[in-house]
């Protein structure tokens, strides 16, 4: 089984804990979109850059958003 390696991975989450995290605010959901938009600049469809997982973090963080905050994408209708 392979170890992790806890202490390598706080100092290296010190440095995207900004850019990677649970949006809950229409501000930090703006953020991350931000940041995914230009990851995939960046990346692109290049499935084997460095990256691409964390775009795939990042969609998952969006999707979870816009599932409980917006209710028009998630296909709900809202009460009339």
């Known amino acids: 089984m392979q170890s992790f390696d806890i202490e ?3 100092r290296a989450w010190e440095h995207v804990s900004g850019s990677v995290f649970v949006p809950h605010t229409e501000e930090e959901y ?3 979109v931000a940041f995914l938009d230009e990851l995939i600049d960046e990346v692109g469809e290049d499935e084997s850059h460095p990256l691409a997982s964390l775009m795939e973090i990042l ?3 969006i999707e ?3 599932t409980e905050h917006v209710p028009e994408l998630s296909g709900e209708q809202s009460p009339a």
Request: no cysteine.
């Open 8 to 10: 390598r991975a706080a």
């Open 30 to 32: 703006e953020r991350i």
């Open 59 to 61: 969609g998952v963080l």
């Open 64 to 66: 979870h958003y816009e």
